[in-house]
T-cell receptor
Framework: AQKITQTQPGMFVQEKEAVTLDCTYD???????LFWYKQPSSGEMIFLIY??????QNATEGRYSLNFQKARKSANLVISASQLGDSAMYFC????????????FGTGTRLTIIP | EAQVTQNPRYLITVTGKKLTVTCSQN?????MSWYRQDPGLGLRQIYY???????DKGDVPEGYKVSRKEKRNFPLILESPSPNQTSLYFC?????????????FGQGTRLTVV
C-alpha cells in the first residue's frame, strides 16, 4: 500500500490565487513527521514546512501552511497568494520513528502558476 | 553556509564502468542518506548511515555500495553501473535531537548510463 499519496499529478493556478496541494498518508506509528519539499526546475530539493504528529496546531511558514487532519490522515499544503516563482514540483514526505530517519515520498505534484 | 555538496552534478558513463558520486556536509550531522528519484516514483532511499562506520540498506540498495569513514563524507559507489541506474540522485543529511527536524539535500546528481 502507498504510504504517501499525492493524487494531483499536475495543477494550473492563476497568479495571486491560493492553491491547495493534496497529500494523504498511511502509518501505524503514533509518532511521525510530515514534510513538504519544493523542487524547482533546477532540481534541488527545498524544505518548506514540517508538521509533527503530536503538534496541536497546523504548521505555518510565511505563505505556506499545512492543513493537518490527523483523523483523515491528510496533510495538505496551502500556498497563499501564489507567485510565478512557485511553479515547481512539490513532494509530500513522511518520516516514521522506526530507527531509520528515512523519508517516504509521494510521487509529487507539478504546480504551474499562470500569469 | 550550511550545505550538502554532491559531485559531479551531471555524469554520463558507460555500462560496467565503476563510478563514485561524492557527498559532503558541513553541519556535523550524524545521519546521511542517498535517494534516487525516478519519474512517477518520487524519491526512494538507497542506503543510509546513522554515524561513522554505521551503514545500512534502504529500499533499493541493489547495485550500490556506500562507505562512511568520516562524519562529513558519504560517497555512493556504483561498481558496475547499468542503464536501469540512470536516475537523479540526492544525498541528504540530518542531525539528531532537539530542533533538528528536516533533512538537508544536496543539489542532485543526474546520472546517465548508456
Amino acid at each position: 500500500a502507498q504510504k504517501i499519496t499525492q493524487t494531483q499529478p499536475g495543477m494550473f493556478v492563476q497568479e495571486k490565487e491560493a492553491v491547495t496541494l493534496d497529500c494523504t498518508y498511511d502509518t501505524s506509528d503514533p509518532s511521525y513527521g510530515l514534510f513538504w519539499y519544493k523542487q524547482p526546475s533546477s532540481g534541488e530539493m527545498i524544505f518548506l514546512i514540517y508538521q509533527g504528529s503530536y503538534d496541536q496546531q497546523n504548521a505555518t511558514e510565511g505563505r505556506y501552511s499545512l492543513n493537518f487532519q490527523k483523523a483523515r490522515k491528510s496533510a495538505n499544503l496551502v500556498i497563499s497568494a501564489s507567485q510565478l516563482g512557485d511553479s515547481a514540483m512539490y513532494f509530500c514526505a513522511m518520516r516514521e520513528n522506526f530507527g531509520n530517519e528515512k523519508l517516504t515520498f509521494g510521487t509529487g505534484t507539478r504546480l504551474t502558476i499562470i500569469p | 553556509e550550511a550545505q550538502v555538496t554532491q559531485n559531479p552534478r551531471y555524469l554520463i558513463t558507460v555500462t560496467g564502468k565503476k563510478l563514485t558520486v561524492t557527498c559532503s556536509q558541513n553541519m556535523n550531522h550524524e545521519y546521511m542518506s542517498w535517494y534516487r528519484q525516478d519519474p512517477g516514483l518520487g524519491l526512494r532511499q538507497i542506503y543510509y548511515s546513522m554515524n561513522v562506520e554505521v551503514t545500512d540498506k534502504g529500499d533499493v540498495p541493489e547495485g550500490y555500495k556506500v562507505s562512511r569513514k568520516e562524519k562529513r563524507n558519504f560517497p555512493l559507489i556504483l561498481e558496475s553501473p547499468s542503464p536501469n541506474q540512470t536516475s537523479l540522485y540526492f544525498c541528504a543529511s540530518k542531525g539528531f535531537g532537539g530542533s533538528n527536524t528536516e533533512a538537508f539535500f544536496g543539489q542532485g546528481t543526474r546520472l546517465t548510463v548508456v
